[in-house]
């Protein structure tokens, strides 16, 4: 059949030509609908449609979009939600919780062994690593004939203790001994157990940790055996029969560090340069 309109060919059982739209007239009762050879459907009554049909074969429903198979057809598309943002692996937040824990155990070591505070001092002595004692830091004078000591002690479980200290004798500006060449100044300085202090003191010889020799000044460093005990720092001017000694002395107790002994004089001067 054809459109009255345009006489464009229709399949049997058009109602609405496909190329202009124009009602085709209706068939005769009883004729069978051709079955449907197109690939296109009809968006309002669902009719199929043969290639190239711009309006519905049955209520003339303008065609604009291609047919959608079931299969083929498309979805809306749907925004992709964004990605959680990745979280840092288990195993890199226990490494950086260690490192943290490493760093803070190592500056409170560093602050219990190195500071002179009352609480570190407390740990220093429990685990051994005492602070320093001071035994004198004093001018005195020592008579012909005669000897001055200082005595100190150890306690039990000391280790690695040492005397350390110098001396100087000083001179008296004195005119008439001037050019004189029995002018005596020297002393001697001995470290004594307190066996062989209370041997020495009754004028036998005996032997002693440490022993300067006659001398006008000198240092003292002496390494004191592990353990409890009692020791004397003797100077002496028993051989001087006439002559009185002015002499000047320091000397401390002092307990194993892990400080080097330069560093050690560095930390204190410059706690002395700030007053701590």
Known sequence: MQCRKCTANLPDGSRFCLKCGEPVSTPAPGAATPPATGILACSKCGARLPDGAQFCLQCGNPVSLPAKSAATADRPAVPEAEAPPKEL???AKQRRVRWLLLVLIVVAIVWLLSSDS???QAVQEMVGWKHDQQILDAAFTIGP???RYY????????VNVAVIGQFATLKEDSRKDKDSQNQDNDVEVYVLNEAAFTVWQNGFATSSLYESGRVGQGAIRDELPAGEGIYYLVFSNKFSPQTAKNVRASAILRYKSWLPESLRRIKDRFLNWTGL
């Open 89 to 91: 692996p288990r195993r």
């Open 145 to 147: 004939h005669n000897f």
């Open 151 to 158: 005595k100190f002690s150890l306690p039990a479980g000391s």
């Open 118 to 120: 009352p609480t570190a």
